[in-house]
């Protein structure tokens, strides 16, 4: 298997091809969205185990979602219970893809954990920010720094590994190394597309107020 490396307006037709299967279901698709996202949420509402169990379905579902999106673009009928389909193909490769992004973050933040004593994972985890933290200054900003550079690395990685799991039934480490790969490879097209969600999110938000 070997990535493609696309043009920067790539970025651009992807946004495109969003809107385009929007538009042939435009109801069945947010209702889709918002059917995972409250299943999510319902999982991260369980005591103790929630939130850990809703991150290592992740991938789970998003193969349910972009399995939805493909026959959409295709002009495929199907039940709202493809969101379920992750469990039926590579299932267990998929829970284990999301054990190992679990894990992953985990010794992201533990890494940060001993550079700044825990701040940033607390931060993250409660949303509190230490007062120690915020007297720090610099060194805080480092480890930031270094954290966000460690979770871009971990979001390529993961960024195309479910579907080469499910679709191109790939193991957990070749699904990773490839999706990787391709993101490093294509960096040009992610630039645009990222900067035109930006673009995009800004002009919503400016027409809203």
Do not use: H
């Not at 999301?98 to 994972?121: K, S």
């Not at 949303?127 to 480890?143: D, K, R």
């Amino acid at each position: 298997m070997q990535a493609l490396i696309l043009p920067a307006s790539r970025g651009w037709r992807w946004i495109a091809e969003g809107f385009a299967i929007y538009r042939k279901r435009r109801l069945l698709l947010p209702v889709l969205v918002m059917l995972n996202l409250f299943i999510m949420l319902i999982l991260g509402t369980v005591p103790f185990v929630g939130r850990a169990v809703a991150t290592v379905l992740i991938p789970t579902f998003s193969v349910g979602l972009m399995t939805g999106c493909r026959l959409i673009d295709q002009d495929v009928r199907f039940p709202v219970g493809i969101l379920f389909s992750g469990f039926r193909r590579n299932g267990r490769v998929l829970i284990a893809l999301g054990f190992a992004y679990v894990l992953f973050n985990l010794l992201i933040l533990a890494l940060t954990a001993l550079l700044d004593g825990g701040a940033i994972m607390d931060y993250l985890l409660n949303g509190t920010v230490a007062e120690s933290t915020a007297q720090s200054g610099g060194s805080s900003l480092l480890v930031g720094l270094l954290a966000a550079f460690l979770f871009l690395q971990l979001a390529m990685a993961y960024w195309f590994a479910p579907v080469l799991v499910a679709w191109r039934d790939l193991p957990v480490a070749k699904a990773l190394f490839f999706s990787y790969v391709a993101c490093i490879r294509n960096w040009r097209a992610f630039l645009t597309y990222f900067s035109a969600v930006l673009m995009l999110t800004l002009l919503f938000m400016s027409l809203a107020v």
